[in-house]
């Protein structure tokens, strides 16, 4: 059964830092893409950052410079540092597993920036 377990949210000031992890279960890791999305209400749901197998990463042009995801296979752990945080950075973010043919979602964790 596999699970993927988020860690890290909570509440932050503008320009302030989080880490968010996810740790995932039940799965050939080091084989899988890994990325971190997040979704307001009343929004579609959008990519943060993704990292590949090979440890290429893409990420949202809105977090270009201020976000670093990483991955650490030997843990089974992706991780994403936030920086220099921002007010419209506040959303939910769902940890995502993709490995074909299957994805998987972790159940999400509030991040919310606020003075």
């Known amino acids: 059964q596999m699970q993927l377990v988020e860690s890290g949210g909570g509440l932050a000031q503008p320009g302030g830092s989080l880490r968010l992890s996810c740790a995932a279960s039940?799965?050939?890791?080091?084989?899988?893409?890994m990325g971190w999305y997040r979704q307001v209400p009343g929004k579609q749901r959008e990519l943060v950052a993704r990292?590949?197998?090979?440890?290429?990463?893409i990420y949202g042009d809105s977090v270009k410079g201020r976000f670093t995801i990483s991955r650490d296979n030997a843990k089974n752990t992706v991780n994403l540092q936030m920086n220099s945080l921002k007010v419209e950075d506040t959303a939910v973010y769902y940890c995502?597993?993709?490995?074909?043919?299957?994805?998987?979602w972790g159940q999400g964790t509030q991040v919310t920036v606020s003075s």
């Open positions: 995502n597993l993709f490995l074909v043919p299957d994805t998987y």
């Open positions: 990292i590949f197998s090979g440890g290429g990463t």
């Open positions: 039940g799965i050939i890791f080091s084989r899988a893409t």
